[in-house]
């Protein structure tokens, strides 16, 4: 029984932070709102997901800004601000080190560069 109400937490944990990682959200912004503590919550998405709500926070909000990035001409700020990163500058050093290129960069790259 324990593992059943684990498994829903996770996947209601899930459908959150689909719904909303370009918003500014928190791994305690979740826990509120599925009413479990945010502790418990890291440990079984952990657990479950082998890495923390951050992490895959980051990791989304990285693939919408390399899409973006692939797609759209928009500029690299605008981009940043759509995908939860309000600053610019830690955006670009973040992108880089999961990418090892920078956003310009990126974008510029042929396809099988990437």
């Not at 926070?57 to 001409?73: G, I």
């Amino acid at each position: 029984r324990d593992l059943r109400a684990c498994g829903k937490t996770i996947a209601a944990a899930n459908a959150i932070i689909r719904a909303r990682f370009c918003e500014k959200l928190t791994p305690d912004d979740i826990a509120a709102e599925l009413r479990v503590s945010v502790r418990l919550l890291q440990l079984r998405y952990k657990q479950v997901v082998e890495h923390g709500i951050h992490e895959e926070l980051m990791r989304l909000r990285m693939e919408k800004a390399a899409d973006r990035l692939r797609t759209t001409s928009a500029p690299v700020r605008e981009i940043s601000m759509e995908c939860g990163f309000p600053c610019v500058e830690h955006f670009q050093r973040l992108f880089r080190k999961r990418f090892g290129q920078s956003p310009a960069q990126w974008r510029k790259a042929p396809s099988g560069m990437r």
